[in-house]
Nanobody
Framework: QVQLVESGGGLVQAGGSLRLSCAAS????????MAWFRQAPGKEREFVAA????????YYKDSVKGRFTISRDNAKNTVYLQMNSLKPEDTAVYYC???????????WGQGTQVTVSS
């Protein structure tokens, strides 16, 4: 089973940018589809972005299209989420997920907090 560690979260003003990283160890990272999810206090966990194992296909939640970019570097066993033009409603704990389409939900990291102030 792959282990995932997210980093790069923090406090930023509206309109600012953050770049999240997810470092993987164990498993075979290069063949795993990867995704980012987020969860705000009192709300359901929601899909943000996903990327195929080769990086050739990406998918985004409608509200982040044009602002967020998911990418991966298989040589570094790392997936990224570049977040631009951040809004207060983007405030949440962001989770990296390996193989999100597995029946068991895949493997999840511990999450990294993103807080966007108005």
């Amino acid at each position: 089973q792959v282990q995932l560690v997210e980093s790069g979260g923090g406090l930023v003003q509206a309109g600012g940018s953050l770049r999240l990283s997810c470092a993987a160890s164990g498993g075979t990272f290069s063949i795993y589809p990867m995704a980012w999810f987020r969860q705000a206090p009192g709300k359901e966990r929601e899909f943000v972005a996903a990327i195929s194992w080769s990086g050739g296909n990406t998918y985004y939640k409608d509200s982040v299209k044009g602002r967020f970019t998911i990418s991966r570097d298989n040589a570094k066993n790392t997936v990224y989420l570049q977040m631009n033009s951040l809004k207060p409603e983007d405030t949440a704990v962001y989770y990296c997920v390996a193989e999100p389409d597995r029946i068991d939900g895949g493997s999840w990291g511990q999450g990294t907090q993103v807080t966007v102030s108005s």
